[in-house]
Protein backbone atom coordinates (compact mmCIF):
# COMPACT_ATOMS: atom_id res chain seq x y z
CA UNK A 1 0.00 0.00 0.00
CA UNK A 2 2.84 2.27 0.68
CA UNK A 3 4.97 1.48 -2.23
CA UNK A 4 1.13 2.01 -4.33
CA UNK A 5 1.05 5.72 -3.03
CA UNK A 6 4.51 6.30 -3.11
CA UNK A 7 4.32 5.77 -6.85
CA UNK A 8 1.59 7.38 -7.44
CA UNK A 9 2.94 10.51 -5.83
CA UNK A 10 5.69 10.32 -7.74
CA UNK A 11 3.27 9.82 -10.75
CA UNK A 12 2.07 13.08 -10.09
CA UNK A 13 5.56 14.75 -9.87
CA UNK A 14 6.04 13.26 -13.64
CA UNK A 15 2.71 15.22 -15.06
CA UNK A 16 4.37 18.60 -13.76
CA UNK A 17 7.37 18.17 -16.25
CA UNK A 18 10.14 15.64 -16.09
CA UNK A 19 13.74 16.42 -15.70
CA UNK A 20 15.69 16.67 -19.09
CA UNK A 21 18.77 16.01 -17.20
CA UNK A 22 22.15 15.41 -19.10
CA UNK A 23 23.22 12.81 -16.68
CA UNK A 24 26.39 10.95 -16.40
CA UNK A 25 25.26 7.85 -17.88
CA UNK A 26 25.13 7.30 -21.94
CA UNK A 27 22.87 9.11 -23.16
CA UNK A 28 20.59 6.66 -25.35
CA UNK A 29 19.24 6.73 -28.96
CA UNK A 30 15.50 4.96 -30.08
CA UNK A 31 14.46 3.46 -33.48
CA UNK A 32 11.55 1.60 -33.85
CA UNK A 33 12.30 -1.67 -33.18
CA UNK A 34 14.75 -2.35 -36.10
CA UNK A 35 17.50 -0.40 -36.97
CA UNK A 36 16.28 2.64 -39.16
CA UNK A 37 14.55 5.65 -38.03
CA UNK A 38 12.31 5.67 -41.25
CA UNK A 39 10.95 2.24 -40.20
CA UNK A 40 9.40 4.07 -37.79
CA UNK A 41 5.94 3.27 -40.45
CA UNK A 42 4.71 -0.08 -41.72
CA UNK A 43 5.97 -0.37 -45.01
CA UNK A 44 5.41 -3.57 -47.60
CA UNK A 45 9.05 -2.74 -49.14
CA UNK A 46 10.42 -2.71 -45.71
CA UNK A 47 8.90 -5.24 -43.45
CA UNK A 48 9.53 -8.91 -44.10
CA UNK A 49 5.79 -9.57 -43.84
CA UNK A 50 6.54 -13.20 -45.71
CA UNK A 51 8.64 -14.39 -42.28
CA UNK A 52 6.31 -13.02 -39.86
CA UNK A 53 2.67 -14.63 -38.92
CA UNK A 54 0.15 -13.05 -37.75
CA UNK A 55 -0.26 -14.35 -34.28
CA UNK A 56 -3.51 -11.99 -32.45
CA UNK A 57 -4.80 -9.03 -33.10
CA UNK A 58 -7.09 -6.25 -31.40
CA UNK A 59 -8.80 -2.90 -31.68
CA UNK A 60 -5.55 -1.51 -31.06
CA UNK A 61 -2.50 -3.47 -32.35
CA UNK A 62 -1.81 -6.55 -34.62
CA UNK A 63 1.04 -9.24 -33.15
CA UNK A 64 3.26 -10.44 -35.67
CA UNK A 65 6.11 -13.59 -34.95
CA UNK A 66 8.43 -15.43 -36.37
CA UNK A 67 7.28 -19.43 -35.18
CA UNK A 68 11.15 -20.55 -36.45
CA UNK A 69 13.34 -18.49 -34.30
CA UNK A 70 10.61 -16.60 -31.72
CA UNK A 71 11.08 -12.78 -32.95
CA UNK A 72 8.48 -10.83 -33.53
CA UNK A 73 6.94 -7.28 -34.03
CA UNK A 74 3.75 -5.23 -33.07
CA UNK A 75 2.25 -2.56 -35.06
CA UNK A 76 -0.39 0.20 -34.19
CA UNK A 77 -3.52 -0.25 -36.49
CA UNK A 78 -4.65 3.21 -35.89
CA UNK A 79 -1.07 5.10 -37.39
CA UNK A 80 0.95 1.88 -38.97
CA UNK A 81 3.96 2.65 -36.49
CA UNK A 82 6.22 -0.84 -35.88
CA UNK A 83 7.91 -1.83 -32.94
CA UNK A 84 10.33 -4.68 -33.58
CA UNK A 85 11.47 -7.21 -30.89
CA UNK A 86 15.01 -7.26 -32.15
CA UNK A 87 16.44 -4.58 -34.93
CA UNK A 88 15.93 -6.47 -38.40
CA UNK A 89 19.24 -4.75 -39.79
CA UNK A 90 21.52 -6.17 -37.43
CA UNK A 91 23.82 -7.83 -39.85
CA UNK A 92 24.85 -4.61 -41.01
CA UNK A 93 26.01 -3.34 -37.30
CA UNK A 94 29.39 -1.94 -37.93
CA UNK A 95 30.18 -1.88 -34.13
CA UNK A 96 28.86 -5.27 -32.53
CA UNK A 97 31.28 -8.27 -32.41
CA UNK A 98 30.85 -11.53 -31.15
CA UNK A 99 28.15 -12.33 -28.54
CA UNK A 100 27.01 -8.81 -29.44
CA UNK A 101 25.85 -10.09 -32.84
CA UNK A 102 23.84 -13.28 -31.05
CA UNK A 103 22.24 -11.23 -28.56
CA UNK A 104 21.09 -8.51 -30.90
CA UNK A 105 18.78 -11.35 -32.25
CA UNK A 106 17.99 -12.75 -28.47
CA UNK A 107 14.80 -11.97 -26.62
CA UNK A 108 16.54 -13.57 -23.50
CA UNK A 109 19.71 -12.53 -22.29
CA UNK A 110 20.96 -14.91 -18.87
CA UNK A 111 23.39 -14.54 -16.27
CA UNK A 112 24.00 -17.90 -14.79
CA UNK A 113 26.03 -18.84 -11.95
CA UNK A 114 28.85 -21.69 -12.11
CA UNK A 115 28.59 -23.25 -8.61
CA UNK A 116 31.69 -25.38 -8.91
CA UNK A 117 33.86 -21.90 -9.60
CA UNK A 118 31.95 -19.62 -8.00
CA UNK A 119 31.63 -17.29 -10.85
CA UNK A 120 28.96 -15.58 -13.58
CA UNK A 121 28.55 -16.61 -17.31
CA UNK A 122 26.66 -14.95 -19.69
CA UNK A 123 24.21 -16.64 -22.14
CA UNK A 124 21.58 -15.87 -24.55
CA UNK A 125 18.55 -17.72 -26.39
CA UNK A 126 19.45 -17.29 -29.61
CA UNK A 127 23.23 -19.20 -29.36
CA UNK A 128 21.95 -21.24 -26.54
CA UNK A 129 18.25 -22.32 -27.69
CA UNK A 130 17.06 -21.28 -30.84
CA UNK A 131 20.37 -22.12 -33.16
CA UNK A 132 20.54 -25.72 -31.50
CA UNK A 133 16.72 -26.38 -31.74
CA UNK A 134 15.31 -26.67 -28.39
CA UNK A 135 13.19 -23.95 -28.13
CA UNK A 136 9.50 -24.78 -28.88
CA UNK A 137 6.74 -22.17 -30.02
CA UNK A 138 3.54 -22.91 -29.46
CA UNK A 139 0.15 -20.50 -30.43
CA UNK A 140 -1.75 -19.39 -27.36
CA UNK A 141 -4.90 -17.19 -26.90
CA UNK A 142 -3.84 -13.36 -28.08
CA UNK A 143 -0.03 -14.70 -28.55
CA UNK A 144 2.40 -17.07 -28.33
CA UNK A 145 4.77 -18.69 -26.01
CA UNK A 146 8.18 -19.76 -26.64
CA UNK A 147 10.11 -22.19 -23.77
CA UNK A 148 13.57 -22.02 -24.31
CA UNK A 149 16.15 -24.85 -23.29
CA UNK A 150 19.47 -23.88 -22.89
CA UNK A 151 20.54 -27.68 -23.07
CA UNK A 152 24.26 -27.02 -21.76
CA UNK A 153 23.53 -24.72 -18.50
CA UNK A 154 20.32 -26.97 -17.49
CA UNK A 155 17.87 -24.12 -18.11
CA UNK A 156 14.27 -24.14 -18.93
CA UNK A 157 12.83 -20.01 -19.17
CA UNK A 158 8.95 -19.84 -21.26
CA UNK A 159 8.30 -16.64 -22.33
CA UNK A 160 4.54 -15.63 -22.78
CA UNK A 161 3.97 -12.57 -25.56
CA UNK A 162 0.12 -12.00 -25.98
CA UNK A 163 -1.74 -8.50 -26.48
CA UNK A 164 -4.48 -7.45 -24.34
CA UNK A 165 -6.62 -4.67 -25.26
CA UNK A 166 -4.28 -1.59 -26.09
CA UNK A 167 -0.97 -3.30 -24.60
CA UNK A 168 1.56 -5.62 -25.19
CA UNK A 169 2.43 -8.53 -22.30
CA UNK A 170 5.81 -9.85 -22.07
CA UNK A 171 6.72 -12.47 -19.28
CA UNK A 172 9.03 -14.34 -18.05
CA UNK A 173 6.24 -17.40 -17.29
CA UNK A 174 7.48 -18.51 -13.29
CA UNK A 175 5.59 -21.61 -13.30
CA UNK A 176 7.75 -23.15 -15.94
CA UNK A 177 11.14 -22.09 -15.11
CA UNK A 178 13.26 -24.80 -14.72
CA UNK A 179 17.14 -25.55 -13.61
CA UNK A 180 17.86 -28.99 -14.38
CA UNK A 181 21.35 -28.52 -13.28
CA UNK A 182 21.20 -26.88 -9.53
CA UNK A 183 24.58 -29.01 -8.62
CA UNK A 184 26.75 -27.29 -11.11
CA UNK A 185 24.43 -24.26 -12.75
CA UNK A 186 21.99 -21.51 -11.40
CA UNK A 187 19.75 -18.51 -12.84
CA UNK A 188 21.36 -15.24 -11.55
CA UNK A 189 19.40 -12.82 -13.65
CA UNK A 190 17.51 -12.58 -17.07
CA UNK A 191 17.53 -9.57 -19.86
CA UNK A 192 13.90 -9.61 -21.04
CA UNK A 193 13.20 -8.15 -24.59
CA UNK A 194 17.01 -6.49 -24.37
CA UNK A 195 16.84 -5.29 -27.96
CA UNK A 196 12.96 -4.25 -28.18
CA UNK A 197 12.79 -1.14 -29.64
CA UNK A 198 16.70 -0.83 -30.18
CA UNK A 199 17.33 2.43 -31.76
CA UNK A 200 20.12 2.95 -35.14
CA UNK A 201 22.22 5.25 -35.10
CA UNK A 202 20.20 7.41 -37.19
CA UNK A 203 17.50 7.78 -34.83
CA UNK A 204 16.03 10.97 -33.59
CA UNK A 205 14.70 11.22 -29.55
CA UNK A 206 15.39 9.65 -26.53
CA UNK A 207 14.54 7.42 -23.67
CA UNK A 208 12.99 8.20 -20.73
CA UNK A 209 14.40 6.48 -17.26
CA UNK A 210 12.91 6.84 -13.89
CA UNK A 211 15.66 8.36 -12.06
CA UNK A 212 14.83 11.16 -9.39
CA UNK A 213 11.62 12.10 -10.88
CA UNK A 214 12.38 11.51 -14.21
CA UNK A 215 15.07 12.28 -16.86
CA UNK A 216 15.77 12.03 -20.32
CA UNK A 217 18.58 10.66 -22.28
CA UNK A 218 18.89 11.64 -25.43
CA UNK A 219 20.02 9.80 -28.60
CA UNK A 220 22.85 9.19 -30.83
CA UNK A 221 24.80 11.84 -28.53
CA UNK A 222 28.38 10.54 -28.14
CA UNK A 223 28.48 9.59 -24.82
CA UNK A 224 29.41 6.00 -25.61
CA UNK A 225 32.31 5.90 -23.08
CA UNK A 226 29.49 7.09 -20.24
CA UNK A 227 28.55 4.39 -18.05
CA UNK A 228 25.75 2.30 -18.71
CA UNK A 229 22.44 3.21 -16.71
CA UNK A 230 22.08 0.73 -14.11
CA UNK A 231 19.78 1.01 -11.34
CA UNK A 232 17.56 -1.52 -9.19
CA UNK A 233 13.76 -0.73 -8.85
CA UNK A 234 12.70 1.11 -5.44
CA UNK A 235 16.80 1.69 -4.60
CA UNK A 236 19.40 -0.37 -4.14
CA UNK A 237 19.41 -3.67 -1.79
CA UNK A 238 20.81 -2.43 1.88
CA UNK A 239 21.37 -6.06 3.25
CA UNK A 240 23.82 -6.31 0.06
CA UNK A 241 27.55 -5.33 1.98
CA UNK A 242 29.22 -2.14 -0.10
CA UNK A 243 33.30 -1.99 0.54
CA UNK A 244 33.30 1.33 -0.49
CA UNK A 245 30.45 3.79 -0.64
CA UNK A 246 28.12 3.76 -3.22
CA UNK A 247 27.72 6.42 -5.65
CA UNK A 248 24.87 9.10 -4.96
CA UNK A 249 22.40 9.11 -7.32
CA UNK A 250 18.95 8.94 -7.78
CA UNK A 251 16.91 5.68 -6.52
CA UNK A 252 14.75 4.74 -9.43
CA UNK A 253 10.97 4.74 -7.52
CA UNK A 254 8.70 3.78 -10.02
CA UNK A 255 8.47 0.66 -12.75
CA UNK A 256 8.95 2.47 -16.25
CA UNK A 257 10.81 3.49 -18.93
CA UNK A 258 10.31 4.39 -22.49
CA UNK A 259 11.72 5.19 -25.80
CA UNK A 260 10.31 8.02 -27.85
CA UNK A 261 11.82 8.02 -31.73
CA UNK A 262 10.61 10.81 -34.21
CA UNK A 263 6.94 10.71 -33.83
CA UNK A 264 6.81 7.58 -32.10
CA UNK A 265 7.18 6.42 -28.98
CA UNK A 266 6.94 3.21 -26.01
CA UNK A 267 6.23 3.26 -22.58
CA UNK A 268 6.97 -0.09 -20.76
CA UNK A 269 5.67 -1.18 -17.69
CA UNK A 270 7.28 -3.56 -15.16
CA UNK A 271 4.03 -5.28 -14.26
CA UNK A 272 5.11 -8.39 -12.41
CA UNK A 273 8.27 -8.90 -9.80
CA UNK A 274 9.14 -5.24 -9.82
CA UNK A 275 10.71 -5.27 -7.34
CA UNK A 276 13.35 -7.59 -8.31
CA UNK A 277 14.08 -5.51 -11.54
CA UNK A 278 16.56 -3.26 -12.68
CA UNK A 279 16.00 -0.90 -15.26
CA UNK A 280 18.68 -0.69 -17.77
CA UNK A 281 19.65 1.79 -20.85
CA UNK A 282 22.66 1.51 -22.98
CA UNK A 283 23.89 4.36 -25.74
CA UNK A 284 24.27 4.21 -29.00
CA UNK A 285 28.16 3.11 -29.95
CA UNK A 286 28.56 1.83 -26.78
CA UNK A 287 28.45 -2.53 -27.99
CA UNK A 288 26.73 -2.09 -30.80
CA UNK A 289 25.14 0.84 -33.02
CA UNK A 290 21.77 0.72 -31.43
CA UNK A 291 20.54 2.22 -28.07
CA UNK A 292 18.33 -0.08 -25.56
CA UNK A 293 16.61 0.38 -22.68
CA UNK A 294 15.19 -3.02 -20.87
CA UNK A 295 14.56 -4.61 -17.36
CA UNK A 296 17.41 -7.19 -15.98
CA UNK A 297 15.10 -9.63 -13.64
CA UNK A 298 17.31 -10.85 -10.59
CA UNK A 299 16.20 -14.31 -10.12
CA UNK A 300 18.52 -14.73 -7.44
CA UNK A 301 20.89 -12.22 -5.71
CA UNK A 302 24.84 -11.98 -5.96
CA UNK A 303 27.65 -10.10 -4.41
CA UNK A 304 30.89 -10.05 -4.14
CA UNK A 305 32.43 -11.20 -0.44
CA UNK A 306 35.83 -9.98 0.94
CA UNK A 307 37.62 -12.44 2.56
CA UNK A 308 40.48 -10.89 4.97
CA UNK A 309 38.73 -6.89 4.48
CA UNK A 310 41.34 -5.78 7.01
CA UNK A 311 44.13 -7.68 6.06
CA UNK A 312 47.15 -6.87 3.61
CA UNK A 313 45.71 -9.37 0.94
CA UNK A 314 42.38 -9.39 0.72
CA UNK A 315 40.56 -11.77 -1.65
CA UNK A 316 37.47 -10.80 -3.37
CA UNK A 317 34.50 -14.29 -3.75
CA UNK A 318 31.25 -14.41 -4.83
CA UNK A 319 28.21 -15.43 -2.82
CA UNK A 320 24.69 -15.88 -3.91
CA UNK A 321 21.39 -16.71 -2.87
CA UNK A 322 21.11 -20.71 -2.58
CA UNK A 323 18.11 -22.82 -2.32
CA UNK A 324 14.92 -22.87 -5.01
CA UNK A 325 14.07 -19.28 -6.68
CA UNK A 326 10.33 -17.83 -5.85
CA UNK A 327 8.59 -18.37 -8.85
CA UNK A 328 5.02 -17.39 -7.30
CA UNK A 329 4.61 -14.18 -9.71
CA UNK A 330 5.39 -14.33 -13.23
CA UNK A 331 8.16 -11.36 -14.75
CA UNK A 332 6.33 -9.27 -16.41
CA UNK A 333 6.58 -6.38 -18.62
CA UNK A 334 3.32 -4.19 -20.16
CA UNK A 335 4.66 -2.22 -23.60
CA UNK A 336 2.02 0.53 -24.40
CA UNK A 337 2.76 1.91 -28.00
CA UNK A 338 2.32 6.20 -28.15
CA UNK A 339 1.56 7.83 -31.70
CA UNK A 340 0.45 11.85 -32.11
CA UNK A 341 0.82 13.99 -29.34
CA UNK A 342 0.90 11.10 -26.82
CA UNK A 343 4.68 10.38 -28.16
CA UNK A 344 6.75 12.01 -25.51
CA UNK A 345 7.36 12.11 -22.35
CA UNK A 346 4.29 13.86 -21.22
CA UNK A 347 2.14 11.14 -22.69
CA UNK A 348 4.06 8.55 -21.05
CA UNK A 349 3.05 10.31 -17.99
CA UNK A 350 -0.62 10.38 -19.11
CA UNK A 351 -0.53 6.54 -19.83
CA UNK A 352 1.00 5.68 -16.70
CA UNK A 353 -1.74 7.86 -14.65
CA UNK A 354 -4.30 6.40 -16.47
CA UNK A 355 -2.82 2.49 -16.09
CA UNK A 356 -2.45 3.25 -12.61
CA UNK A 357 -6.49 4.36 -12.70
CA UNK A 358 -6.11 7.95 -11.69
CA UNK A 359 -7.97 10.59 -13.22
CA UNK A 360 -6.74 14.13 -14.18
CA UNK A 361 -8.49 15.97 -11.11
CA UNK A 362 -6.46 13.78 -9.02
CA UNK A 363 -3.41 15.82 -9.69
CA UNK A 364 -3.01 17.87 -6.45
CA UNK A 365 0.09 19.74 -7.31
CA UNK A 366 -0.20 23.26 -8.78
CA UNK A 367 2.50 24.21 -11.44
CA UNK A 368 4.36 26.27 -8.77
CA UNK A 369 4.91 24.25 -5.84
CA UNK A 370 7.43 24.28 -3.33
CA UNK A 371 9.23 21.05 -1.56
CA UNK A 372 11.23 21.78 1.67
CA UNK A 373 13.13 20.03 3.84
CA UNK A 374 13.04 20.94 7.81
CA UNK A 375 15.67 19.50 10.08
CA UNK A 376 14.69 19.31 13.52
CA UNK A 377 17.71 18.15 15.79
CA UNK A 378 21.01 16.24 15.44
CA UNK A 379 23.03 14.35 18.12
CA UNK A 380 25.81 16.68 19.49
CA UNK A 381 29.14 16.74 21.89
CA UNK A 382 29.54 19.92 24.31
CA UNK A 383 32.05 19.87 27.09
CA UNK A 384 31.81 21.36 30.96
CA UNK A 385 35.17 21.85 32.48
CA UNK A 386 36.68 19.78 29.53
CA UNK A 387 34.65 16.70 30.57
CA UNK A 388 32.79 15.49 26.88
CA UNK A 389 29.30 15.55 27.00
CA UNK A 390 26.55 14.34 24.78
CA UNK A 391 23.91 16.62 23.77
CA UNK A 392 20.90 17.14 21.50
CA UNK A 393 21.29 20.47 19.21
CA UNK A 394 18.39 21.85 18.28
CA UNK A 395 18.25 23.13 14.48
CA UNK A 396 14.13 23.95 13.64
CA UNK A 397 11.68 24.16 16.17
CA UNK A 398 8.01 23.48 15.00
CA UNK A 399 7.51 27.35 16.27
CA UNK A 400 10.13 28.08 13.83
CA UNK A 401 8.57 25.94 10.78
CA UNK A 402 5.35 27.80 11.21
CA UNK A 403 7.15 31.13 10.93
CA UNK A 404 9.22 30.02 7.74
CA UNK A 405 5.53 28.68 6.41
CA UNK A 406 4.00 32.12 6.91
CA UNK A 407 6.76 34.31 5.25
CA UNK A 408 7.04 31.88 1.94
CA UNK A 409 2.91 32.15 1.95
CA UNK A 410 3.09 35.99 1.76
CA UNK A 411 6.14 36.17 -0.65
CA UNK A 412 5.07 33.60 -3.25
CA UNK A 413 1.51 31.88 -4.12
CA UNK A 414 3.29 28.50 -4.50
CA UNK A 415 1.72 25.69 -2.53
CA UNK A 416 4.17 24.49 0.03
CA UNK A 417 5.39 20.94 1.02
CA UNK A 418 7.03 20.45 4.09
CA UNK A 419 8.80 16.98 4.70
CA UNK A 420 10.69 17.06 8.74
CA UNK A 421 13.12 15.28 9.14
CA UNK A 422 14.73 14.39 12.97
CA UNK A 423 12.18 15.36 14.91
CA UNK A 424 11.47 12.28 16.11
CA UNK A 425 12.73 11.50 19.96
CA UNK A 426 13.03 7.53 19.08
CA UNK A 427 14.70 8.19 16.09
CA UNK A 428 17.25 9.94 17.66
CA UNK A 429 17.98 7.84 20.18
CA UNK A 430 18.69 4.96 17.09
CA UNK A 431 15.25 3.28 17.85
CA UNK A 432 12.70 2.45 15.00
CA UNK A 433 10.01 4.56 14.90
CA UNK A 434 6.81 2.90 15.78
CA UNK A 435 5.06 6.50 17.78
CA UNK A 436 4.69 10.12 17.54
CA UNK A 437 6.83 11.53 19.91
CA UNK A 438 8.96 14.75 19.13
CA UNK A 439 12.28 16.00 20.70
CA UNK A 440 11.04 17.87 23.78
CA UNK A 441 13.22 20.32 22.50
CA UNK A 442 11.33 20.79 19.34
CA UNK A 443 7.94 21.89 20.78
CA UNK A 444 5.21 19.43 21.75
CA UNK A 445 2.57 17.20 19.97
CA UNK A 446 -0.14 20.07 19.56
CA UNK A 447 2.83 22.29 18.01
CA UNK A 448 3.02 19.63 14.87
CA UNK A 449 -0.88 19.58 14.95
CA UNK A 450 -1.05 23.67 14.57
CA UNK A 451 1.57 23.76 12.13
CA UNK A 452 -0.31 20.61 9.82
CA UNK A 453 -3.36 22.63 10.19
CA UNK A 454 -1.88 25.68 8.85
CA UNK A 455 -0.31 24.12 6.00
CA UNK A 456 -3.43 22.63 5.04
CA UNK A 457 -5.26 26.30 5.24
CA UNK A 458 -3.05 27.81 2.62
CA UNK A 459 -2.94 24.32 0.59
CA UNK A 460 0.55 23.00 1.96
CA UNK A 461 1.37 19.42 3.54
CA UNK A 462 3.24 18.41 6.25
CA UNK A 463 5.03 14.60 6.16
CA UNK A 464 7.01 13.87 9.22
CA UNK A 465 9.76 11.73 8.28
CA UNK A 466 10.01 8.26 9.62
CA UNK A 467 12.88 5.71 10.21
CA UNK A 468 11.59 2.78 10.26
CA UNK A 469 14.05 0.51 8.34
CA UNK A 470 17.95 1.55 10.31
CA UNK A 471 17.95 1.21 13.68
CA UNK A 472 20.80 1.07 16.38
CA UNK A 473 19.45 0.13 19.29
CA UNK A 474 16.12 -2.18 20.66
CA UNK A 475 13.11 -0.58 21.76
CA UNK A 476 9.79 0.17 20.78
CA UNK A 477 9.28 -3.87 20.42
CA UNK A 478 12.11 -4.08 18.12
CA UNK A 479 15.21 -6.35 18.96
CA UNK A 480 18.48 -5.78 17.48
CA UNK A 481 19.42 -9.03 18.10
CA UNK A 482 16.41 -11.24 16.53
CA UNK A 483 14.73 -8.23 14.24
CA UNK A 484 17.62 -7.74 12.04
CA UNK A 485 18.22 -8.35 8.45
CA UNK A 486 21.04 -10.80 7.46
CA UNK A 487 23.36 -10.53 4.35
CA UNK A 488 23.64 -13.30 2.38
CA UNK A 489 26.42 -14.56 4.18
CA UNK A 490 23.79 -14.87 6.85
CA UNK A 491 25.28 -12.22 9.32
CA UNK A 492 23.72 -9.07 10.28
CA UNK A 493 23.78 -6.76 7.66
CA UNK A 494 25.49 -3.83 9.01
CA UNK A 495 25.17 -0.09 7.92
CA UNK A 496 28.51 1.42 8.08
CA UNK A 497 29.36 5.15 7.56
CA UNK A 498 31.78 6.05 5.38
CA UNK A 499 34.76 7.95 5.10
CA UNK A 500 34.21 11.17 2.70
CA UNK A 501 38.04 10.99 1.35
CA UNK A 502 38.93 7.60 0.80
CA UNK A 503 34.89 6.25 0.58
CA UNK A 504 36.29 3.56 2.77
CA UNK A 505 34.02 1.89 5.88
CA UNK A 506 34.67 4.01 8.62
CA UNK A 507 35.02 0.93 11.29
CA UNK A 508 35.43 3.81 14.23
CA UNK A 509 32.19 4.89 14.08
CA UNK A 510 29.01 3.19 15.40
CA UNK A 511 27.16 0.73 12.76
CA UNK A 512 23.18 0.15 12.27
CA UNK A 513 20.84 -2.61 12.23
CA UNK A 514 18.75 -3.11 9.27
CA UNK A 515 15.10 -4.07 9.91
CA UNK A 516 14.42 -7.55 8.80
CA UNK A 517 10.77 -7.51 6.34
CA UNK A 518 8.57 -9.71 7.74
CA UNK A 519 8.13 -7.39 10.58
Same mark, same amino acid.
Given at each position: ?40 ? $?? #?? @???? +? ?8 ? =?? *? /? ?106 ? $?? #?? @???? +? ?8 ? =?? *? /? ?327
Amino acid at each position: MCRKAFSIFLTLLLLIGISATSLNYAEIDTVIGHGAADYAL $AD #EK @KIPN +ESYKKMASTE =SL *D /LYAQPESGRFYVQDRTKGSVWYSNPINREDDEKATGVYRMEMASLLIVRGIDVVNKQQFKKNSETSSVRRDTFVFEPIHNGFRIIYTFAEEGFVIPVVVQLEGDSLKV $AI #EA @KGVK +ETMPETNLIG =SI *D /LLPYFGAAGKEADGYVFVPDGSGALMYLNNNKQTYAVFEQPIYGRDYSLDMATKPTNKQDVNLPVYGIKNNENAFLAVVTGCEEMGTICAVPNMKFTEYAQAYCTFNLRRTAQFILGEDTSFPQTTMIYRKGALDLSENYELTLFILTGENANYSGMARQYRTFLGLEEEEAFLQENSLFIDLFGAVDGTTSILGIPFNTTEVLTEFQEARGIAETIFETTSADMFFRYLYWSKDNLAGKVDTRIVPVSRLGSLEKIKELEEYLSSVNGRLYLNFENQVYKKSGNGISAYFDNCKSLTKVPAYQYQYYFSTRLKNKDRSTAFLLKGNM
